[in-house]
């Protein structure tokens, strides 16, 4: 655990189990040791026909866990509550889920029905996604809110103003001064009175990559004077008592309590001066930003960490907010935010397979020797001298000096075999030399590439695109210690798709040998954590591979303590075709018809099936197929 750094980013939902695999804890801290649901268990169910009840599904397999939902939930309620509480503060907490980190159906579902004892709404930030909330909040509670946030035209206002007249919760915040007169001539028009927010540009910049459009310059929001001007401009329409909601957002992953405080600080004394001005001010939005530590490091010093708990974040905010209410002896309001990244970043897990390794090393010295021997003739002269100051450093065990007469007899023969002097088995044997030197001083630490059925940009595109680490670790043999390290190595045909870099700033990760062949649960899987969180609506569609499989698993009582309520098959090849305006049904019956003609009659059926098949299968490899990886070793 300790190695994986488990004990950080992995509490309270993963730990090792005695079988050496990744538990699930659905209920967090509250799971008891028979309520733990072996991830390997529910990998073999989901891909191996012949594991009890298997479903054959293909990997990668994207497996999520609503109680792990649930439990995000509550406690992120229940730390409110308490802060509430102990601060002896006046009103509630009523948060929202910021649809866009994840839109699945059943996510959103499911965070409307598990809120619902405590009034958690949606928030939506485009038109889709409004339509989205309002179908799911119909099913909620009636006070839930629907924020309606990002830029909007007319149709997206009368779309929120529908919203409110079948009794949502819903409040309009205006991104830009401008929005105010859609809001008010559709609102007219429709004859519906609208409730209405804005979002302030603070002034406390958050520092890190995701703050870069917070502060005063930001992207976002209103000026003070802009908001001025809407109060001013509401005043005159005897509109005043529509502006209730306050909101702002400095950026996800807020490294430290003390910028939070100071942020909500800052928008709390807006509040309370815009309740001087006459609005109705009833809700303050704190927006998102709380942060999860998937580095496990606990600290406020990269994106890649907070340096706070659930209750330190709810601490600090509803002491921010009472603290400049209690001073201006403005009402509290109700406190709402907008987390997304820390409701829904745990409760999925995707699961991959590493199919081979490889070094990329050429063969060991001894199976080198006589065609090292025959290149010493090829050699230019200098080459030569190179070479044989190596060996005499080698033999006064000068092991710097051989690093240096290693690399530079490699450059040499480097340049004579792009002058056409040397051929392709010199330069592997020279290779093969410098490798062993390497080895042989402990200068280079062979790092394996292992290939994994998988594609970055479809998968984990903020890896790619941003930077944003994610931990990444086998799921099983973690009762054995692992001492390969290795990078991985993705499917698409791009140089940027691998994974070089891991938490705690490591350049490869420790991994086991590959044994086993890969398919149906025999093989060497690797889990990415914490990726529930923005991953799945950003990623692409590179290469033409799709989406994982998916299967969402519950705690349940029976020898496996878990049941899969729903599966499904991931995109297949004619899925994806379709989706870059291709007809896979045409362009079947156009590659059949030219296989008539070209077949004149022999094995048509074997060659239909083949094609049909392609169409309806997943773009990942197939391994009763699939043949290994380029440049793999016989390790895989
Ligand atoms: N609200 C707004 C307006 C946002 O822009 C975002 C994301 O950046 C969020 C909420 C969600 O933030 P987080 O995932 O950090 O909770």
Known sequence: AALYRIDGWGVPYFCIN??????????????????????????????????????GLRLPLLVRFPDVLKHRLESLHSAFEFAIQSNGYSSRYQGVYPVKCNQDRYIVEDIVEFGSPFGFGLEAGSK???????????????????????????????????????????????????????????????GVRPVIGLRAKLRTKHSGHFGSTSGEKGKFGLTTAQILSVAHKLQRLAMLDCLQLLHFHIGSQIPSTALLSDGVGEAAQIYCELARLGASM???????GLGIDYDGSHSSGSDMSVSYSLDEYAGAVVRAVKFACDRKQVRHPIICSESGRALVSHHSVLIFEAISSSTGKSQPLSSMAPNLAYFLDEL?????????????????????????????LKRRCVDQFKEGILGLEHLAAVDALCDL?????????????????LSLFTSMPDFWAIGQLFPIIPIHHLDQRPDVKGILSDLTCDSDGKVDRFIGGQSSLLLHELCGVPGAGGGYYLGMFLGGAYQEALGGLHNLFGGPSVVRVSHADGPHCFAVTLAVPGPSCADVLRAMQHE?????????????????????????????HAFHSMPYLDYSTAAQAPGSSSDG
């Not at 050496?20 to 209920?27: F, M, N, Q």
């Not at 030197?437 to 059925?453: C, F, L, M, S, W």
């Open 128 to 190: 889709a996604e409004l339509l989205l909330a309002m179908n799911c909040l119909s099913k909620g509670s009636p006070e839930a809110f629907l924020i309606c946030n990002g830029y909007k035209d007319e149709e997206y206002i009368a779309l929120a103003l529908i919203a409110r007249s079948m009794d949502l919760n819903t409040v309009i915040v205006l991104e830009q001064e401008e929005e105010l007169d859609l809001v008010v001539e559709t609102s007219q028009r429709l």
């Open 584 to 612: 896979p049904e045409m362009m079947f019956d156009a590659l059949k018809h030219r296989a008539e003609e070209c077949a004149a009659g022999s094995g048509d059926a074997l060659m239909f099936d083949a094609l049909a």
């Open 437 to 453: 030197v390497a080895k042989e001083i402990g200068a280079a630490d062979p790092v394996k590439t292992y290939h994994v059925n």
């Open 380 to 408: 230019a002269d200098d080459a030569r001298s190179e070479y044989h100051n190596l060996m005499a450093a080698a033999f006064r065990c000068e092991y710097e000096t051989c690093a240096l007469y290693a690399d530079q």
């Open 282 to 288: 009833r809700v303050i939005d704190i927006g998102g």
């Open 18 to 55: 005695s079988a050496g695999d990744i538990a699930v804890r659905p209920y967090g801290t509250a799971t008891l040791p028979h309520q733990e649901i072996d991830l390997m268990k529910v990998v073999r169910k989901a891909s191996d026909p012949k594991f009890s009840g298997g479903l």
